[in-house]
C-alpha cells in the first residue's frame, strides 16, 4: 500500500504564496508519475502540474507563470509552489502518483488539503 501525505495549504491573501508538500510512503516501487490536482467548489476535479514517466511537466494554462511543480526523488515528495495566488485558486489540492510495483501500475491520491485565497 502507499501513503500520500499532503501538506501546506491554508488560507493567504491574493498576491500571497504557497507551498505544497506530498510525501509518498509505504510500497512505492518505482513512481513514475506525480500530479497535483484540485477541485474548487461546484467545479470537476482538475489537472494542475504534474511530470510524466520522461520528466516532462506540465501545466493548465490557467497556472502558467505563477506555480511551479517539482519533484525530490530521494524523499520521494512533490512540491507545488504557488505565487500570485488569485482568488480563483481556491479548491481543495491533491496529490496523485503513478508507481509500478511487481510489474503492476497503480494510481493513489492524497488526502487533499485546502487553499482558500480571499482577502
Known amino acids: 500500500q502507499v501513503q500520500l501525505v499532503e501538506s501546506g495549504g491554508g488560507l493567504v491573501q491574493p498576491g500571497g504564496s504557497l507551498r505544497l508538500s506530498c510525501a509518498a510512503s509505504?510500497?512505492?516501487?518505482?513512481?513514475?508519475?506525480m500530479a497535483w490536482y484540485r477541485q474548487g467548489p461546484a467545479m470537476q476535479r482538475e489537472l494542475v502540474a504534474g511530470?510524466?514517466?520522461?520528466?516532462?511537466?506540465t501545466y493548465v494554462d490557467s497556472v502558467k507563470g505563477r506555480f511551479t511543480f517539482s519533484r525530490d526523488n530521494t524523499n520521494n515528495t512533490a512540491y507545488l509552489q504557488m505565487d500570485n495566488l488569485k482568488p480563483e485558486d481556491t479548491a481543495v489540492y491533491y496529490c496523485?502518483?503513478?508507481?509500478?510495483?511487481?510489474?503492476?501500475?497503480?494510481?493513489?491520491w492524497g488526502q487533499g488539503t485546502q487553499v482558500t485565497v480571499s482577502s
Open positions: 496523485k502518483i503513478g508507481r509500478i510495483l511487481d510489474g503492476r501500475y497503480g494510481n493513489y
Open positions: 511530470i510524466s514517466s520522461d520528466g516532462r511537466i
Open positions: 509505504g510500497s512505492i516501487g518505482r513512481i513514475v508519475a
